[in-house]
Structures are given as structure tokens and as C-alpha cells.
């Protein structure tokens, strides 16, 4: 537990404790997953493609909230306090394991209230090279614990032991949650760019990017979700061992996400995470299996802040925006997962690593013929 204390140190981040400590907590809850959809197909004696459904009912809440924040809330500490709250109380119903069906709305409700956490890390920073390099790489910094105790609590309690966890650590960024947010902030869109409601309108080259995002988003988590199970079909890993595996993905992320300098054309890194994907899916060798999971996590927190920093040149309001690309990719991490689950089943692990990393790569390439053209 003292290895992400001691590299944040290292880092020495500037941000609110309370901003580090949302966006950790958040980074916790969405990285639970591969271990979490496993042992929710055993506790409840269902498939892989229906245990699914919890985390696309959380991921569904996510976009709702994310996307809903942005238009209707202010980042103030109040409304993290509050949405923070949500999370206890979902976690702690959770965890005592109700009928499957009661399960998926507490996990709608769960991921309302990670939208808002998430959306309320990003909208204060969005724009911000520097600030947005401080904010990404708290999660790489948490990732690496979290794999090998997600894996340990399922091994011990089953998914009773995650939900217990996730209800009493979010009572640690509650407790700075105060004076977080732009209370002592000013988020300022121009008047000139506002439409009904004080929103400001989307600028024409926005949308391709969101959808962009979505789509790499789709791909990466179809593949990405299931990398626990396919690691333990294809290669000779132990649960341990992937999660160790999960947790060299963290590390190698944290020199990419931290980085605040230029990062090349970000749509070639995410092409480069559609490549991990088809190495993934294919790999018998254990090794090749953590290269490839790990050079994933570089590339993508290489590619992704760039693509932000993409999005916020081209947007009147980037503040506005933040919640917006949040959405759009919680929305895709709700149709990866659902897909994946089902190619998984009715396919192999190769064809479901070819069919996300291809998706991936679309998306990458996609990315970088935007970014040329916004240069010519």
C-alpha cells in the first residue's frame, strides 16, 4: 500500500488533495473489473456475456452522470460530497449480494455517481496540459495496488470483498471533499459561445473526435475487460500473475501520463493499443501477454491526453467538454464489455483480440487523419 504513496511523492503533484484523492477513487472502481465480472459469473451461477450486465448497468450510470454534470451541475465540493455519499451506499448494498436483477441498479446507481466523480477530476483541468498530466497520473500511480488487491479480495470473499472496499475507500476523498472544487475557481465560458440552458455549443470539430474516442473506447474495453480470463485460458499465469500483470500496465502508464511535454500524433499511439489488443488475444506465451498489456498502458496514456488536448484546442468551453468525452467513452466501455463478453463466448480469445484491436486501430487512425487535417 505504501508504493503509490511513496510515487506520488516522487512526482510531487500540486493539485487539491482532494481533486488526487476523487480521481484515485475513481481510477479504483473502473480497474476492479476484469476481477470483478469472474467472480460475479461464479457468486451468481451465470455466464461471462450476462455477468456482463453489472458492469455495462455501471458504465450506462457513468455516461448518464458524466454526461448530465456537465450540463446541469458546477465542479463545487458539495456536489463530489454528495456523489460520493451515492457511492457508499451503492458499494455497501452491493456487497450484500442481492437478487441479480436488484444487483444491476445498484450498479446504475453506482455509476451515476462515478460519472459525476470522474467528470468532477476532469472538468477543473481539462485544457490544461500540465494540470491534466497531474490529474492522469494519479490513476496509473493507484492501478498498480489495485489489480493484485482486487485479485486478493476475490480470491479470499468473492465479490462481496470488492464492494465492501469500494464502499469504506470512498469514505477517504469524502473526507477532503470540501473545498475541492471551484468554489475557489472560476470555470468561465464565453457568452458569446452559450446556448439555452448556459451551455456552450460544440465546435464543428469536435464531434469527430468524440466519436473517435467512443469508438477506441468500444475496441480497447472489449478486449481489455476480459484480459484476466483470457490470460487464464490461453497462458499458463496464475490469478496472481495476472495481476501483476494488470499492475506492470500501471507502472509502464505512469512516464506517459505524467508526461506534459509534446507526445507526437496521438491517434499513432492508440493504433499501437489496437496492436497490444491483437497480441493479447493471440498470446499463449505469459511474457508476451504482460509485454503487450503493459506497452498498452504507455501508449494509451500517451495517446489519450493528447487527444483531450486535441479536443480542448478546438472547443470554445474545453471545461465543458471534459464531461463530454467522459460520456462518450463510458458509453463505449458499456458496448465493449457487452460485446466482448458474447464474441468471447461464441468465439475464441484470438477473434475477440483481432476484432477490439482492429476496432482500436480504426479509431487511432481516425485520430490522426483529424489532427492533419486541423494542421493544414
Known sequence: MQVPIRL????????HPGLLLTTAYGTA?????????PALSDAYGVGLGLASFATAAQLLGFVAGSWGAGRFLRPRGRVLGIALLVSVAAHGLSALLPPFALLVG??????????????????LVFGDDVRMSEIAVVGPVIGITTAPIAAELVDRFGPRGIFVALAVTALVPLAFSRHSGSDHERIVTPRAERVAGGRSRPAAGVRPILALLGLMTVGGSSVFTFGAVIAADRTTLSLSAI???????????????RWSGRRGPAG????????????????????LFVVAIAFW??????????????????????????????????????????????????????VL?????VVVGAAGAGLVLVERRGAA
Open 243 to 257: 495481476s501483476l500483470a494488470y499492475s506492470a500496465n500501471a507502472l509502464a502508464s505512469i512516464p506517459s501520463a
Open 106 to 123: 445498484l450498479r446504475v446507481v453506482s455509476g451515476v455517481a462515478l460519472g459525476l466523480i470522474t467528470w468532477f477530476s476532469w472538468t
Open 29 to 37: 472502481v473502473l480497474s476492479v473489473a476484469p476481477f470483478l465480472l
Open 8 to 15: 506520488l511523492r516522487a512526482i510531487r503533484p500540486s493539485e
Open 353 to 357: 483480440g483481432v476484432v477490439g484491436g
Open 297 to 350: 498502458g504507455f501508449a494509451f496514456w500517451m495517446g489519450t491526453p493528447g487527444a483531450f488536448s486535441l479536443l480542448a484546442a478546438r472547443s470554445a468551453a474545453p471545461g465543458e467538454r471534459a464531461g463530454d468525452a467522459q460520456a462518450v467513452m463510458a458509453a463505449g466501455r458499456v458496448v465493449g464489455p457487452l460485446a466482448g463478453g458474447v464474441l468471447l463466448d461464441a468465439t475464441s480469445a484470438g
Open 268 to 287: 499513432a499511439w492508440i493504433v499501437g493499443c489496437g496492436v497490444c489488443a491483437i497480441v493479447m488475444g493471440a498470446a499463449t506465451s505469459g511474457p
